[in-house]
């Protein structure tokens, strides 16, 4: 990692490199391989910075707060979009954070309003979705909806989704370290 970085950006690098490593809680990648993915499809799909961001953060929360992703696996919800949207406010606005916040929600209330969306959920997701609430009720929905992050919060989920191929190749955190450091406060 280039010295220059700021701080934020070496933090970030750090966990990548330390917690990240790790088995990513029921899929057959390492927790920084499936966010190093989820932002390269990001890029890929030529989203903003901020959603790249977003998308290469999203799961920070699950080693970053009180409760970790193995809390989440043993049936207590971590609540790391949270954590994590937390977390990233201290160097982030909120179109990097309220993604990274709402990324759950997203997933809930995809498989409340897209038929076959569930179907797509790999097995550990479907577990996870359990713990986290089930698909959203009818007045969820609604309060979803009106967040003005909902559209770049299911841009994101769809990512996570897809972000769990242990064959597919991803850009080191170096690549995305210029672009954290152009949006760090």
């Known amino acids: 990692m280039d010295a220059r970085w700021p701080a934020a950006v070496k ?3 750090s966990l990548f ?3 990240g490593a790790a088995d990513y809680l029921g899929e057959p990648v390492s927790q920084a391989a499936h966010m190093l993915q989820a932002g390269a499809l990001a890029e890929q799909a030529g989203a903003a ?4 961001a977003a998308a ?3 799961d920070v929360g699950h080693f970053t707060g009180a409760r970790t992703g193995q809390d989440l696996m043993r049936g207590t919800d971590n609540l790391h979009g949270e954590q994590g949207a937390a977390w990233l406010g201290q160097w982030f606005g909120p179109q990097v954070t309220e993604p990274v916040r709402l ?3 997203a997933k809930r209330y995809l498989c409340a309003v897209e038929p076959g969306y569930f179907s797509r959920l790999s097995p550990a ?3 996870t979705l359990g713990v986290q609430g089930g698909p959203m009720s009818a007045d969820e929905i609604t309060e979803f909806e009106a967040s003005p ?3 770049p919060a299911c841009q994101v989920r ?3 989704d897809q972000a769990k191929d242990p064959a597919a190749a991803a850009p080191p955190f170096e690549h995305f370290a210029p672009l954290l450091a152009a949006l760090a406060r």
């Open 149 to 151: 992050y909902a559209g």
């Open 103 to 105: 990324h759950v929600s």
């Open 158 to 160: 769809r990512w996570d």
């Open 125 to 127: 997701s479907v577990y």
């Open 56 to 58: 290469l953060l999203h």
């Open 17 to 19: 490199a330390s917690e």
């Open 11 to 13: 933090i970030i690098a």
């Open 49 to 52: 910075h901020e959603l790249v």
